[in-house]
T-cell receptor, first 115, second 116 residues
């Protein structure tokens, strides 16, 4: 089975711009979660989507949003980029249903640099 | 809210020796999962081992085993016969169970260096 894929892998944006990151989960996985990883704050949960619905949300401003499509692929969007948004954005997928073991499988991440 | 604490920011071990990474957590939940994830330098995060809170038996995966002390809210990872490829950041993580969805709370990580 193919693993979780994320595109693009690297991105450089200017402050004030917006960005969209994409994640394709493992086939059969219906839950997609997003995390932000920075040296200062570590790994922080952004949000989770299951069956096209946001099921959980972390403590991030409204500039961070996401969505999930019917094929379980997910996108996250950051508007009005700030320098502090520079981070590695990780996507993780899991089965997500009632039989879920809650194991999450991570993609390689998108490295976003805001200048 | 749940918190996860890893008190050892960095550790080193000689190849072939055993090392234990510490993790404590705080939760009022009774049904949850605990995980150890490994993130090698510039590489993808991978799941090392999983423990269900309702299971008293400690999980084991080849050279990796955990010591789960539910009352003490402690979840340490033991790596036996350390190999150079074990060099990585290790993250302890917590997930509620029972329909709450998937949301991992991570500790700050322990950077492990395996020396030849």
């Amino acid at each position: 089975k193919a693993g979780v894929t994320q595109t693009p892998r690297y991105l450089i944006k200017t402050r004030g711009q917006q960005v969209t990151l994409s994640c394709s989960p493992i086939s059969g996985h219906r839950s997609v979660s997003w995390y932000q990883q920075t040296p200062g704050q570590g790994l922080q949960f952004l949000f989770e989507y299951f069956s096209e619905t946001q099921r959980n949300k972390g403590n991030f401003p409204g500039r961070f949003s996401g969505r999930q499509f019917s094929n379980s692929r997910s996108e996250m969007n950051v508007s009005t980029l700030e320098l502090g948004d520079s981070a590695l954005y990780l996507c993780a997928s899991s089965l997500g249903g009632t039989l879920s073991s809650y194991e999450q499988y991570f993609g390689p991440g998108t490295r976003l640099t805001v200048t | 809210a749940q918190t996860v604490t890893q008190s050892q920011p960095e550790m080193s071990v000689q190849e072939a020796e055993t090392v234990t990474l510490s993790c404590t957590y705080d939760t009022s939940e009774s049904n949850y999962y605990l995980f150890w994830y490994k993130q090698p330098p510039s590489r993808q995060m991978i799941l090392v081992i999983r423990q269900e809170a309702y299971k008293q038996q400690n999980a084991t995966e080849n050279r990796f085993s955990v010591n789960f002390q539910k009352a003490a809210k402690s979840f340490s990872l033991k790596i036996s016969d350390s190999q150079l490829g074990d060099t990585a950041m290790y993250f302890c993580a917590f997930s509620m169970a029972g329909g709450a969805g998937n949301m991992l709370t991570f500790g700050g990580g322990t950077r492990l260096m395996v020396k030849p």
